[in-house]
């Protein structure tokens, strides 16, 4: 279920704006989502102390997408053992994205404090993680996925925001000097990321000095850091950058990308939640069936409940084993 990416569209929000500043090799990217973020709020509803964090983990995770070189998709997943156990956010090459949280066992969401930090929801013993999966979909072809893990730790603390969260995995794990702003209210997921580029063979540029480059990132991370969180979640990506880096437009030193539609999308279907019976087992459905006489399941993402009576199993199972009688005859050619 998703709103098409390639409906013509506003460049108000639900969108994402790459820039790029050749010359000091820094580039950039602001995001702005609106429905897509609503649509996450609608499907499942979550404690409102979570709610913002999720949501700048969201606008996150279209950030890290936008440049994304492979079809497959990206996984955030910041896992700890305090009152959340873990925060995911999926977004693929298109950025089509979808978001949930898993609760420890037996928590009230309504209860929780909605003062209560990050710090103390996720990652309370200091142990938390932050794994990024990049998830190819033709995993089965010889595509790997690749995943970096690091502490949920900024500057030798356990992490206050989800921005810091980030920064830290893109020091450790990507070793790119990033720099990441996040904010979110209820209607609002936004974010502002800059980041150096590699100097390809350790070049530069032609007339530009590493002192130069230097004072370069310099300001545009002061030019970032000014931006408030109001206007992140008020301002369009395009309107934004340009009142940023007015200077540099002025001298040509930054090239703007066409902005890209993000959109919420869920990759849950019937077969899948098919194929997850499946791997279950026959004995262990009939249990279900015996206990419950159907086997029900919600999708964590998206709040889809789906259905299998006595009859949808045994019929998957039949044709799982005609399948399977299929398959030597097949690998006799
Ligand atoms: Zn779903």
Excluded at 218 to 223: I, P, S, V
Excluded at 237 to 258: I, S, T, Y
Excluded at 323 to 333: F, I, S, T, V, W
Aim: hydrophobic share 40%; net charge negative; aromatic share 6%.
């Amino acid at each position: 279920m998703s709103n098409s990416p390639n409906d013509s569209f506003s460049t108000e929000f639900d969108v994402i704006q790459t820039f790029l500043f050749d010359k000091s090799q820094v580039r950039g990217e602001i995001v702005r989502l609106n429905s897509a973020w609503q649509t996450i709020q609608q499907r499942r509803s979550y404690p409102p102390a979570i709610k913002r964090h999720l949501g700048e983990m969201v606008a996150a995770g279209a950030l890290l997408s936008a440049t994304l070189k492979f079809d497959g998709t990206l996984i955030i997943q910041a896992q700890g053992t305090g009152i959340v156990r873990l925060l995911v956010v999926e977004c693929n090459a298109n950025l089509g994205l979808r978001a949930t949280i898993k609760l420890a066992p037996n928590i009230d969401g309504s209860l929780i404090d909605e003062q209560i930090s990050l710090a103390e929801l996720i990652n309370p013993d200091g142990l938390g993680k932050l794994a990024i999966t990049l998830d190819p979909s033709n995993r089965g072809e010889g595509q790997q996925a690749y995943q970096g893990i690091v502490p949920l730790m900024y500057q030798g603390k356990p992490v206050e925001t989800i921005a810091q969260a980030m920064m830290a995995y893109m020091h450790h794990s990507e070793q790119l000097e990033t720099h990441i702003s996040l904010s979110c209210n209820d209607q609002f997921a936004s974010g502002i990321l800059i980041q150096k580029l590699p100097q390809i063979g350790g070049k530069l540029a032609e007339n530009i000095s590493q002192e130069e480059l230097l004072d370069d990132w310099h300001r545009f991370n002061l030019l970032v850091n000014t931006v408030s969180d109001e206007e992140m979640l008020d301002t369009p990506p395009d309107v934004l950058m340009q009142r940023l880096f007015a200077v540099e437009a002025n001298d040509q030193k930054v090239k703007a990308f066409e902005p890209r539609k993000v959109y919420f999308e869920c990759q849950c279907s019937r077969i899948r939640v098919g194929n997850m019976l499946l791997m279950l087992g026959h004995a262990e459905v009939l249990s279900i069936l015996e206990e419950q006489h159907q086997v029900e399941t919600t999708c964590d993402f998206c709040g889809e409940v789906y259905h299998f009576d006595p009859v949808d199993c045994e019929q998957l199972f039949k044709a799982q084993n005609l399948l399977d009688g299929m398959r030597p005859a097949q690998g006799k050619h």
